[in-house]
């Protein structure tokens, strides 16, 4: 390996570094890996995402392509220089790994000292995973330099090429705002949020992200940003083809090349060779054949990256190749190539029914009947943070007793399981601690390399990490499954809807992943938020040698809505009904019935969602004339989402409640944070509880060992469960605390008030440390532990209540048609969602921007393309995400219906927000220039042959 060194003088945040330097190194290694600056983050070494972003002599660059000779001499300013309260020079990493990796704690104090933009960037609730946060940060920097009194369209110019796919881009271009009128000597801009109806002491309120302030300084940490001295580190070989039979795999030169510390390959792995959240049919490494293009077939573990990369080249792996099935439609043909052999129903993955009433007689009764063929596109989730795990072998240091996966993880203690599985040691041999993890969307829950690197780690002795680049990422793991969804619909002429029949096509990829469970509820939302007398709904999951699929926000709903809610409105025009009156009239309500045999008893509301939406379209003034060859419309759309597993799974969380001297609580639960805002939640759960002001609340998240588990982070469930056991577990401490002061008081338990800190009874009052102290002194534990055990759900086809919650959401969508072009832009975007109750309204804001702008991206630009199994998105550029440029006005409307068991009444938002956005757009769409797009993404090209040849429907 090369080993020439060149020196770089660079000043850093005003201090000087001098280094030697490979030549080739970019300038985003030198201050992440060289000076442990690691609040510069790295997501795609391609110039396209920009979150990378630093200024070299003022001029914002993209440190990842940006040479480090080309910065010799050169001031450099990065996010960890711009707070004045304690800025960090660099070599940090192995200090930050004390077992409390995740321990949060927000104070009011700490937003002294920070530069405007990071001070206004928490105080407007712009950060959510936070993994974008410093580039955005440092772009707008070099923007206020430049200009102190930016418009909204100079900071859109100005972020056009910086991503963040959380979305939060109306909060950032306030924060941006009112960060500009500080530094002018103004007052900031106030904090517009919706707040929520009911607000109780903490619950309801607005208030800020316990772990923002580290977001926006870069001091989080993210598994990339753990180093250890001694680590090595890993890449993966994966297929040359998408579907082949593996003949032979020769490691020898690769082995013999210095540098080289491990090449594994399947014969390797000591357990269970395969893994998988549902079925196990996935290998950890390729043994036989390989069924997809991501499949990875030999790992090694080597001194530098560079060496590593050059071993993979020495592996010689001899194939067989095999046909390729492309489709679902491929996959179910007479015939085809079996991707799994020994899967009994061929490449049919699973068959999903629901039989709901009589089809037959619902259409015999329809007197107007329409059908038509919808297709969408394989997505991708496009998280900013590629996938990183660290492997620490066990018996490694006083801290690594036991063999410790370091990985931004949505499913901790599954991972655990998996893990232990593959190695052949218990669960317990296993411990799995989360950094923050820079954006999931449900595509963080699968297995990544975290079975690698434990095998690596475990082989070689030392710490072992694997970054993905982008293009490995974007090759690798699960993506949202193509659909094509046939659907036929009947209505009596006052609109009464009497039948859907549907068939649902989905391309599951080459391993089940999510797939049973996410074709599962696109087949039982196929009849829309809406009393269905009869259904038939079929759907065909299907093994496929494309990438696989599985769970992203949505989990199937959003395919499923876009063919609904545009048959819907396909249903108005016959009906001539307004479509909106005809989604009323048809709407779920208490006491309807879901196509899966649910009666609905509590928490529907749709109708308020609609009726919210019809009048503030109405009371809108956007004119809908623009002239010239432009046309607008508004369109809407409804959804709803369940909150919770459901289908008879059982759906449990743990958290653990300990309380100190000090007067402050800590709340501990595995339960992943991934941007949506769990830690604000759970503490303020946790504060409401036990009467403590927020800001004396800690959260402890997602160590295995620590702490306890809280499954899954999907199915919009986290808030729902988790609150609740957080909820639970510090009613406990709470009673135990009562029961201690009240002896010492001499008064009922009940008599006991807990507020602001104090419990109070009687004209007295006690300080909570004083109450715990009291506990200690008696000999109790001051820790309370609650599992919560979420209501029974029934599996589907056997009637019941197949979900424990619904939200409910109506989305209007303001869309203009360019007819010279065909150009479709999206103005304005009304969201109303019934949340049940709005917990942490700001984050509830950026969970409902962020999942617009994910609808808005689904139904105009996004689309993960493969041919014949191989990925033609191989880069992000290949990957057309909306930006800050095509974000529209978003006005964010909260409906709190409460649902009985839900915390304070509370049901999930994570994915409600994102279903509704691209039918209402293409709803608009038609309303606007009066065609109707069935395929996904809309093909403006081919909106504009159809402008032009007259044809009413687009279908490619
Ligand atoms: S542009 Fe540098 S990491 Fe994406
Ligand atoms: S906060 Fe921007 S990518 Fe997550």
Redesign the pocket.
Known sequence: MNSERVNLTITVNGKTHHLQIPPHRYL?EVLRYDLGLTGT?????????????VLVNGVPV????YPAVKADGCLVETIEGLATNGAENGRIFRDRISPRVRTSYYRPEQLKGLHPLQAEFVRHGAVQCGFCIPGLIMTAKALLDANPQPTDHDIKVALKDTYCRCAGYPAIITAIKSAAAIMRGEPPLPVTIPESERPLHVVGTNVIRPEAVAKVTGKAVYTDDIQFPDQLYGRTLRAAYPHARILAIDTSQAEALPGVYAVLTAKDVPGRLHHGLVYQDWPALAKDKVRYIGDPVAIVAAETEEIAAAALDLIQVTYEPLPVVDSPEAALAPGAPLVHEEWETGNLLKHIKVRHGDIEQGFAEADVVVSRTYHTATTEHAFLEPECAIGVPAGYDAAHPRLTIYVGSQIPYADRNQVAACLGVPDSAVRIVSPLVGGGFGGKEDIAAQIHVALLAQRTGRPVKMLYRRDESLRFHPKRHATTIHIRMGAKRDGRITAVQAELYGDGGAYASLSDKVMTRATTHATGPYAIPHAKIDCYATYTNNPPSGAFRGFGVTQSAFAVEQTIDILAYELGIDPLALRRKNALRVGTTTATGQTLRESVGLIQTLDEVARRIAADKTPLNPGGNRVRAWGIACAYKNTGLGGGAPDKSAALVEVYPDGTAEIRTSAAEIGQGLVTVVAQITAEELGLPYDRVRVLLSDTDLTPDGGPTTASRQTYVTGNAARMAAGRMREMLASVVAERLDVPPGSIRFEEGLLRANGRRVAFGEAVQWLIDEGREPRAYYEYVAPVTQPLGTGGDMHFAFSFATQAALVEVDLDTGEVHVLKVIAVNDVGRAINPVGLRGQVEGGVMMGLGNCLTEAFIVEKGVPFTNV?ARYKMPGIKQTPEIVSVIVEDPTADGPYGAKGVGEISSIPTTPAICNGIFNACGVRVLTLPVDQDALLRALRNGRLEVTE
Not at 62 to 65: A, G, H, L, P, V
Request: proline content about 0%; some cysteine.
């Open positions: 985003a983050k790295v997501g795609c070494n391609e110039a396209e995402c920009g979150i990378c972003t993209d440190s990842c392509i992000l």
